[in-house]
């Protein structure tokens, strides 16, 4: 006990224990700012994580109302298009009801004109043994008339009868020739318009054919508009649910953090007074392996200079920066490998979580100080827990199909500052 030792030279020894003890409670001081420090620094990567995903939740809104302003768009275009149809549909209707219409008019006037012709025929049938009954009738007596110089008031009337039976007859042929070519004419001219319509009708038939498959193609278009928006709406508010479920997280992180800072602190401060007890007697004391955990703190990942290790061995499917969907893109790498292989920590670090998120299914994050962290998600399980002191190399998870994968594979990221960079320049051994 201290007031029981006796030092040989009192002020030299004073002097070096309240040097010696100065030096420890500064060293304890520096250690548990240090401890905190490095707590603090989650705390900023877990801020720096939920900034990112608001960013990609605004990116996403953004993209959600461009589609909402291009399904308008088409949406309008698809209404001019069918009406644009709907007038095609009645001019086509129109259109079937002339012919019909022109048809029924060439299909009486043909009668007409078959009637017209039988009847022609018919007169002049009539009209040719009229004239050559009168020719042979009146030959005589005409000509005897003539040559005999008689003027009967008799033969007068017999010349003047065949003279107007003759005009009669030619009036009615020149009637008929003249009605025969009226009706010959109109024929040619209802079927030159009916032709004409016939064309109309197939050029509107084709019309309607083309914005029938253009109005199949908008809604086609609109179609896909309609489930990719959906998607993105849903993908939209899933990353609003992540982000809800981030900041919840992300408070209880601070404080975890704020309570195991303060621990580690008063752990500090027992080390410290074991030291300084063991040096007052003359003696040292060595910290235990987790005491020296509590104190030192790896440096981080470095530069990126192929030094850490692959956490598997595999195909890879997906690389850093790769379109995932819309404006989405990969923040790591997906390595397709057997279910249950060993998932291994890239390098030394403190298991940060083991926990399921949403999207990567199980997933541990390991720290490696200085802001640096590795991400595993994907997996069957986890083969370590949080707090948990890891090696490089160290089995930490078994590949799976967590978080709704087809295939198992590994979702593999590493984060510097809360933010995801492309993991291959670590990558090497």
Not at 156 to 185: H, M, P, V
Not at 224 to 234: G, I, N, P, V
Not at 270 to 299: D, M, N, W
């Amino acid at each position: 006990m201290l007031h029981s030792w006796t030092p040989r030279y009192p002020q030299t020894k004073a002097l070096s224990l309240r040097v010696s003890l100065s030096t420890l409670a500064a060293s304890a001081f520096c250690t548990g700012a240090l401890l905190f420090s490095f707590s603090v620094q989650a705390v900023e990567d877990s801020k720096s994580q939920l900034q990112s995903i608001q960013q990609d939740i605004a990116a996403k809104e953004k993209s959600v109302q461009r589609q909402k302003q291009q399904r308008s768009e088409l949406l309008d275009q698809l209404q001019s298009q069918e009406k644009i149809i709907a007038q095609a549909s009645r001019q086509l209707r129109e259109t079937q009801n002339i012919l019909t219409a022109l048809n029924k008019d060439i299909a009486s006037l043909t009668a007409s004109i078959n009637q017209l012709q039988q009847q022609q025929k018919q007169q002049e049938t009539s009209l040719g043994a009229q004239l050559d009954a009168a020719f042979r009738q009146g030959q005589h007596n005409g000509l005897q008339l003539i040559l005999s110089g008689e003027a009967s008031q008799r033969s007068e009337r017999i010349l003047a009868y065949f003279g107007y039976l003759n005009d009669a007859r030619q009036q009615a042929i020149e009637a008929l020739k003249q009605t025969r070519s009226d009706l010959a004419q109109q024929k040619t001219s209802l079927v030159d318009k009916q032709a004409q319509q016939k064309s109309l009708l197939t050029q509107q038939q084709e019309q309607n054919l083309k914005m029938d498959g253009a109005r199949q193609a908008r809604k086609k278009t609109l179609t896909t508009l309609e489930s990719s928006l959906e998607k993105d709406q849903a993908q939209l508010v899933e990353l609003q649910h992540n982000e809800t479920r981030l900041r919840d997280k992300l408070a209880k992180a601070e404080r975890e953090a704020k309570a195991r800072a303060e621990q580690e602190a008063r752990e500090a401060e027992i080390v410290r007074k074991r030291e300084v007890q063991a040096k007052s007697k003359g003696s040292t004391y060595k910290p235990t392996e987790s005491e020296r955990a509590l104190i030192s703190r790896t440096g981080g990942l470095g530069r990126p200079a192929g030094q850490a290790l692959w956490p598997v061995r595999g195909n890879i499917e997906h690389r850093f920066g790769e379109q995932l969907q819309g404006e989405l893109r990969w923040k790591g790498l997906v390595i397709g490998a057997p279910e249950g292989t060993e998932v291994k920590a890239i390098a030394d670090g403190r298991v940060l979580m083991a926990d399921w998120l949403q999207g990567y299914g199980l997933v541990v994050v390991v720290e490696h100080g200085k802001g640096d962290m590795s991400l595993y998600g994907y997996n069957q399980s986890a083969l370590v827990s949080v707090g948990t002191q890891v090696h490089a190399g160290q089995p930490i998870a078994l590949v799976g199909t967590s978080g709704g994968r087809g295939t198992p594979s590994l979702y593999f990221e590493i984060r510097r500052q809360g933010q995801a960079v492309n993991p291959l320049p670590w990558l090497g051994r």
